[in-house]
C-alpha cells in the first residue's frame, strides 16, 4: 500500500521566484534587444504607467486658485462670546448644551471656524441670541 503511495508522491523541490536569466523579450538575448539591431522591438517603458489627467474640473479642486476659506466674521465671534458670558458659562458648558465639541465653541469664538448654519442655530437657541439673518447684522 505504502508504495504505490510512493509513485505518486512529488519529492521534486518547488521554487518560488524569478527564474535565472527568464527575460520579457520572448527568448530574444539582451543584446538583440538594443537600437539597430535588426529584428529587435523597441519597448517605450513608461508608457503603460502614464497618470491620467482626468477631467479638468478634478485640476481646479487640486489648485489653489480657489482662494481662502470664508470664517465666521469677528464680529459674530465677539456676539457669541459676550451672549455666552452674559449667561454666566464656560465654553464647555456651552458645547455641552448644544451637543458640539468644545473646540467648536473656541473656533466660533476666535473666528477660525467655518460658518455651518446649524451649528449657529443651536447656538442662537442655547444662548437666546439672534446670529444669523438680517436681525443680527442690524444689531
Known sequence: ???????????????IGKKKGASRGGGRPPA????????????????GNRQRAGPDNYRALDSDEA?????VELSLSRKIQQARQDKKMT???LA??????????QDY??????????????LERALGVKLRGKAARAA
Open 32 to 47: 538583440a534587444a538594443g537600437v539597430g539591431v535588426p529584428g529587435a522591438v523597441a519597448v517605450s517603458k513608461g508608457a
Open 67 to 71: 482662494g481662502p476659506v470664508k470664517t
Open 109 to 122: 469664538e476666535s473666528g477660525r471656524a467655518v460658518p455651518n448654519n446649524q451649528v449657529l442655530g443651536k
Open 1 to 15: 500500500m505504502s508504495k504505490v503511495l510512493d509513485d505518486r508522491q512529488d519529492w521534486k523541490p518547488v521554487i
Open 96 to 105: 455641552t448644551m448644544v451637543n458640539e465639541q468644545q473646540r467648536v465653541i
Open 91 to 93: 465654553q464647555k458648558e
